[in-house]
Nanobody, 118 residues
Framework: QVQLVESGGGLVQPGGSLRLSCAASRSIFTFNAMGWYRQAPGKQRELVATLTKGGSTHYADSVKGRATISRDNAENTVYLQMKSLKPEDTAVYYC????????????WGQGTQVTVSS
């Protein structure tokens, strides 16, 4: 059974930095891609960053230049490093893993709260 566990969220001042972690219960190479999404109250869940099995990355325009997605294969963990945080970054951040060939199955973590406020 696939399990994703996020950690690293918390309260940070504007301009600060955070590193979020997503630990998977199996090798991350069993997934086609992994990524980070976020959702603020009353808003739709939106893409933040993705990382494919082959190492390609993609970032939403809203975080490009401020976010870095990376992985530690030995620890089955994907990270999201964010800097120059803004109040608009406040949201619950979710780890995502996609698996499948012709039909893709998405797995989600429980989420970790990030609050950017002075």
């Amino acid at each position: 059974q696939v399990q994703l566990v996020e950690s690293g969220g918390g309260l940070v001042q504007p301009g600060g930095s955070l590193r979020l972690s997503c630990a998977a219960s199996r090798s991350i190479f069993t997934f086609n891609a992994m990524g980070w999404y976020r959702q603020a109250p009353g808003k739709q869940r939106e893409l933040v960053a993705t990382l494919t099995k082959g190492g390609s990355t993609h970032y939403a325009d809203s975080v490009k230049g401020r976010a870095t997605i990376s992985r530690d294969n030995a620890e089955n963990t994907v990270y999201l490093q964010m800097k120059s945080l803004k109040p608009e970054d406040t949201a619950v951040y979710y780890c995502n893993a996609a698996m499948g060939i012709y039909v893709t199955t998405n797995y989600w973590g429980q989420g970790t709260q990030v609050t950017v406020s002075s």
